[in-house]
C-alpha cells in the first residue's frame, strides 16, 4: 500500500494494556513506506458524546456544535490517505471510545438521501475521502463476533464512501510475525461491501415460540433508554415507556433509566449497576448511531458485562433490545440487534428477542397512545408491543408477530419503493426547512470545512 498521510484512530482503554504490541505492529507496517502516520489515543482526548441534535448539519454545517478535539480528529480523517480503526472487538463493535468519535462522523455526511443498491444512505459530504482500514483484537477466539465486526466495518464504509475498505479480527496472543504478515495483506486488499442480505443476515431470528426464557428470575423489570436526547422524549423513551407501562399493568414492578454523562465517572456505573441488580427483564431501547449502538449504551454494555463476569453467581436475568433507525430499510437495524444478542450471550443473560423499528421518526415524541396522535399510523408498532408485552409478562420471549408487525411500513397498501421515495424526499425537504430555521440555507448544508 502506498499513501502520503494515514490517521489511527486507537480505541484502546485502560484495561487495554496488553494489546500494545498488536498496535505496535500494525503501526510499524503501516509506516513502512514512509507514510506520515498521525495517532489520536481516543481515551486520553476530551471529547464530548453525540447528542444527535443534528447540529452538525442544521447550525454548522459539516463542523461538531461541540468545539472540542473530535473537530480536530475529524479534520484530520478528511485531509488523510488512510484512516486506520484500532480497537478491542466489543460484542462484535467498537470499544467505548471508539464509538464515542464514530458517532461524530454524521457530521462528515451530507444531510440528504440517496438510494444505492436498494439501500437508503446519505450521500458523501467530500469529493476526497480517506481509505478505510478497520482493525479488531480479540483476546479469546470468537467467529460470530469477528463476523458481526467485519460486517459493521462494511456497513459503515458503505455510509462514509471511502474508495475501498478493509476489515480484519486477530487475536492479541498472535505471533509479531504472523501479525505483521497479516496487516501486510490487509492494507493491500479491498473487501466487498456487505449490502442487503450480507446485513441482513445477522438479524437474530426470534426466539423459538413457546419457550419459557425468565420463568427463576424477579418479576421486575428495567427499561434503559440509550437515546441521547435527554431534553425532550425522543422515539427510544415513547417505545420503551409503553412496553414497560404495559407490563407494570400486569402487576410487575419497572423502574426506567435513561443513560446520561455520568455514566463516565463511578457513581453513574455504580447507579446503573444497581439498577440492573434489582431486574430480573432489561429492555434496552436504543437509536441507531454509525450503524451500531450509540456511545453510552456501548459503555452500559461493556459496564454491566464487566460487572456480571466478576460475580461468582451472576443473577438470572433476561434482555430484549428494541432499535429504531433513520432508514427506511428493516435491515439496517440487524448488526445493532446483533451486537446486543452477543453482549447478552458473553454476559450470561437470557437473549428473549429483539425489535427492529425503521423509519422511527414516524413515532417522534408524541406517546404512542395519545388522544389526538399527529402524524403517520403507529397502529403496528402498537400492537407490536402489546403482544410483547403480554409474553414477556408470561416468561416467554419476543413473538414472532410481533417481530413481524415492527417490520412494516405505516401505509400497508403502499408498495415499499413508494414509500421509500416519499420518505427520502420529505426527509432532505425536512432538513432543509429546519435549517433555514437557523439562517442556514440549502446551499451551506453542504459546506465543506474540513477540506484540504
Given at each position: 500500500m502506498s499513501c502520503k498521510k494515514a490517521v489511527i484512530l486507537d480505541g484502546r482503554g485502560l484495561a487495554d494494556k496488553d494489546l500494545g504490541p498488536v498496535f505496535g505492529a500494525l503501526s510499524d507496517v503501516l509506516g513502512t513506506d514512509g507514510t506520515l502516520i498521525e495517532t489520536f489515543h481516543l481515551n486520553e482526548m476530551k471529547l464530548a458524546h453525540c447528542l444527535g441534535c443534528f447540529g452538525c448539519w442544521l447550525k454548522t454545517p459539516g463542523m461538531c456544535v461541540e468545539d472540542d478535539a473530535g473537530r480536530r480528529v475529524a479534520k484530520a480523517v478528511m485531509q488523510s490517505d488512510t484512516t486506520v480503526f484500532f480497537t478491542p472487538v466489543t460484542f462484535g463493535g467498537?470499544?467505548?471510545?471508539?464509538?464515542?468519535?464514530?458517532?461524530?462522523?454524521?457530521?462528515?455526511?451530507?444531510?440528504?438521501?440517496?438510494?444505492?443498491?436498494?439501500?437508503?444512505?446519505?450521500?458523501?459530504?467530500?469529493?476526497?475521502?480517506?481509505?478505510?482500514?478497520?482493525?479488531?483484537?480479540?483476546?479469546?477466539?470468537?467467529?460470530?463476533?469477528?463476523?458481526?465486526?467485519?460486517?459493521?466495518?462494511?456497513?459503515?464504509?458503505?455510509?462514509?464512501?471511502?474508495?475501498?475498505?478493509?476489515?480484519?479480527?486477530?487475536?492479541?496472543?498472535?505471533?509479531?510475525?504472523?501479525l505483521r504478515q497479516r496487516f501486510e495483506a490487509l492494507l493491500a486488499r479491498s473487501d466487498a461491501l456487505p449490502f442487503g442480505e450480507a446485513a441482513a443476515s445477522l438479524m437474530p431470528p426470534p426466539v423459538a415460540p413457546g419457550v419459557a426464557t425468565g420463568e427463576d428470575g424477579p418479576r421486575q423489570a428495567l427499561l434503559i433508554v440509550g437515546s441521547p436526547k435527554t431534553s425532550s422524549p425522543s422515539t427510544s423513551s415513547v417505545l420503551g415507556s409503553y412496553l414497560l407501562e404495559r407490563l407494570a399493568e400486569r402487576g410487575w414492578e419497572t423502574e426506567s433509566l435513561t443513560l446520561r454523562a455520568n455514566l463516565n465517572r463511578e457513581e453513574g456505573e455504580a447507579a446503573l449497576l444497581a439498577s440492573v441488580d434489582r431486574a430480573g427483564l432489561v429492555l434496552l431501547v436504543f437509536p441507531l448511531y454509525s450503524d451500531a449502538l450509540p456511545y453510552l449504551v456501548t459503555r452500559a454494555l461493556a459496564t454491566i458485562s464487566t460487572h456480571r463476569r466478576r460475580s461468582a453467581r451472576p443473577a438470572p436475568q433476561r434482555l430484549v433490545a428494541i432499535v429504531n433507525s433513520g432508514f427506511p430499510e428493516t435491515l439496517q437495524n440487524a448488526v445493532a440487534l446483533a451486537i446486543c444478542q452477543e453482549f447478552a450471550s458473553q454476559s450470561g443473560m437470557r437473549w428473549s428477542g429483539g425489535l427492529a423499528l425503521a423509519g422511527g421518526g414516524i413515532v417522534g415524541e408524541q406517546p404512542l397512545n395519545a388522544a389526538k396522535r399527529s402524524g403517520l399510523p403507529v397502529k403496528h408498532v402498537i400492537e407490536a408491543l402489546d403482544l410483547s408485552a403480554e409474553a414477556l409478562a408470561e416468561g416467554r420471549p419476543v413473538p414472532v408477530r410481533a417481530v413481524n408487525l415492527m417490520t412494516k411500513n405505516p401505509?400497508?397498501?403502499?408498495?415499499?419503493?413508494?414509500?421509500?421515495?416519499?420518505?427520502t424526499r420529505f426527509g432532505g425537504k425536512g432538513f432543509e426547512k429546519e435549517a433555514a430555521k437557523n439562517g442556514v440555507t440549502r446551499e451551506r448544508l453542504l459546506d465543506q470545512p474540513y477540506a484540504a
Open positions: 467498537y470499544s467505548p471510545d471508539l464509538k464515542k468519535m464514530m458517532d461524530h462522523f454524521i457530521q462528515l455526511i451530507s444531510p440528504y438521501f440517496q438510494v444505492e443498491l436498494g439501500e437508503v444512505h446519505h450521500p458523501p459530504r467530500y469529493a476526497h475521502r480517506p481509505r478505510l482500514v478497520m482493525v479488531g483484537t480479540q483476546r479469546h477466539p470468537n467467529a460470530h463476533e469477528a463476523h458481526i465486526f467485519k460486517t459493521l466495518a462494511g456497513r459503515n464504509a458503505i455510509n462514509f464512501h471511502p474508495p475501498s475498505y478493509a476489515a480484519e479480527v486477530v487475536a492479541a496472543t498472535d505471533p509479531a510475525e504472523a401505509f400497508a397498501w403502499m408498495p415499499f419503493a413508494l414509500y421509500r421515495w416519499i420518505y
